[in-house]
């Protein structure tokens, strides 16, 4: 059984950071990996991404303030956010493949 488990969320400050973990079971984090984001009445939109070798891609809004990585040994991935925007505000989802965690809140305020 799959489990996406996303924590790290919070209300920050504009020019804040947060780092969004997300612990995975039933799944390798070596396979493609992704973040979401989803804003209250908007459609769920692409953040960040890492395939399985190669480059992370990343949303151009957030390209230089938000950087995705994995760590293996802890079959966990992240998603470190500086310079936070109030449009930034979203829950924010992790993907392994076509498995999806529940989100984590993350509010920023100006």
């Known amino acids: 059984q799959v489990q996406l488990v996303e924590s790290g969320g919070g209300q920050v400050q504009a020019g804040g950071s947060l780092r969004l973990s997300c612990a995975a079971s039933?799944?390798?984090?070596?396979?493609?990996i992704a973040w979401y984001r989803q804003a209250p009445g908007k459609e769920r939109e692409f953040v960040a991404q890492?395939?399985?070798?190669?480059?992370?891609g990343y949303l151009a809004s957030v390209r230089g303030r938000f950087t995705i990585t994995r760590e293996i040994a802890e079959n966990t991935m992240y998603l470190q956010m500086n310079n936070l925007k109030p449009e930034d505000t979203a829950v924010y989802l992790c993907?392994?493949?076509?498995?999806w965690g529940q989100g984590t809140q993350v509010s920023v305020s100006s």
């Open positions: 993907r392994v493949t076509t498995f």
């Open positions: 039933g799944i390798s984090i070596s396979n493609y």
């Open positions: 890492m395939p399985p070798i190669g480059r992370a």
